[in-house]
């Protein structure tokens, strides 16, 4: 009998501190959400209704999109988009990279660009992807001042050199693509 009574207390010790470990878990989780996420969200969604209300993603959009018809358009266009100082502006939400890749799509569907220039296209204008978020995931790492002092400009900067390497390799991965 006692040594059912010792092991029926062993595992209601073992489940309270599985309990425990999952409780706290769920509190530092919704902390973390509600002092990082959420405050992120809110800049984000101004800043996505800054760009619609203003029309300053048509206007960019308008801009970069002639330049999806030739490898070289392209490439500046992903250099464009992953300049460090504009990445993280053109992230949030991908609103300007939907509405260059909603212009592309409709020139590649009336032939005036040619098909194989859709991937291409696709990793050109989503070269910023990841700049926004890099200081949220920095927060929620809770990583130290200097390491995100570091890591901000270096994950901007490798975005720049990442960005028309990409365009390169869909570039060379979209020979024999047909519509």
């Known amino acids: 009998m006692k040594s059912i009574t010792k092991f029926l207390e062993n595992v209601g010790r073992g489940v309270g501190k599985v309990v425990g470990v999952f409780y706290q878990a ?30 300053v ?5 308008n801009f970069l999109s002639p330049l999806a018809s030739t490898v070289p358009g392209l490439l ?14 053109l992230g949030p939400g991908a609103v300007i990279a939907q509405i260059i890749g909603t212009l592309v799509g409709v020139e590649i569907g009336q032939g005036n ?32 001042p200097d390491t995100v002092e570091k890591a ?7 975005r720049m050199v990442t960005g028309p390497l990409a365009v390169i390799i869909g570039y060379f991965a979209s020979f024999g693509m047909k519509f």
């Open 26 to 55: 769920g509190r530092d989780t919704i902390n973390l959400v509600i002092s990082s996420v959420i405050p992120f969200m809110a800049f984000i969604s101004m800043i996505i209704g800054i760009i619609l209300k203003t029309g």
């Open 57 to 61: 993603g048509t206007w960019i959009a």
């Open 76 to 89: 500046l266009m992903s250099f464009i988009c992953t300049l460090p100082f504009l990445s993280p502006v």
């Open 113 to 144: 660009v040619p098909v194989t220039m859709a991937l291409p296209a696709l990793y050109a204008i989503n070269g910023q992807a990841g700049c926004d978020f890099i200081p949220v995931a920095m927060a929620m790492a809770e990583a130290e």
């Open 152 to 158: 901000v400009p270096a994950m901007l900067f490798s």
